[in-house]
C-alpha cells in the first residue's frame, strides 16, 4: 500500500470510509481491527492535513477585502 501521506486526499477518504464500513460490520477479528483503526487514524491525519494545507492556501489567495489573488495551486501543493 502506498504510504497514507503520499495518497491523494480523494482516495485516502474512500480508504477510510471503507475502514470505517468493515470495523462497524463488527466481523473482524481483534487483532486485524486494531490494524485497520491505526491505519484509519493515519489516513484521518493525513486528509486534516490535506484541508489545512488548502484552507492555508485559500487564505493566501484571498485579499483582506475579498478580492482574488492568481495563485498556481498546483505549484504550491508540490512544495
Same mark, same amino acid.
Given at each position: 500500500?502506498?504510504?497514507?501521506?503520499?495518497?491523494? /486526499?480523494?482516495?485516502?477518504?474512500?480508504q477510510?470510509?471503507?475502514? =470505517?464500513? @468493515?470495523?462497524?460490520?463488527?466481523? =473482524?477479528?481483534?487483532? *486485524?481491527?486494531?490494524?485497520? /483503526? @491505526?491505519?484509519?487514524?493515519?489516513?484521518?491525519?493525513?486528509?486534516?492535513?490535506?484541508?489545512?494545507? =488548502?484552507?492555508?492556501?485559500?487564505? *493566501?489567495?484571498?485579499?483582506?477585502?475579498?478580492?482574488? =489573488?492568481?495563485?498556481?495551486?498546483?505549484?504550491?501543493?508540490?512544495?
Amino acid at each position: 500500500m502506498a504510504e497514507t501521506k503520499d495518497l491523494p /486526499f480523494e482516495e485516502a477518504m474512500r480508504q477510510l470510509e471503507w475502514l =470505517v464500513e @468493515k470495523l462497524e460490520e463488527g466481523n =473482524v477479528p481483534l487483532e *486485524q481491527a486494531i490494524d485497520m /483503526f @491505526k491505519e484509519g487514524m493515519d489516513l484521518s491525519q493525513s486528509c486534516h492535513e490535506k484541508l489545512l494545507k =488548502v484552507e492555508k492556501q485559500l487564505d *493566501q489567495i484571498m485579499h483582506e477585502d475579498g478580492e482574488l =489573488v492568481e495563485a498556481n495551486l498546483e505549484e504550491e501543493a508540490n512544495e
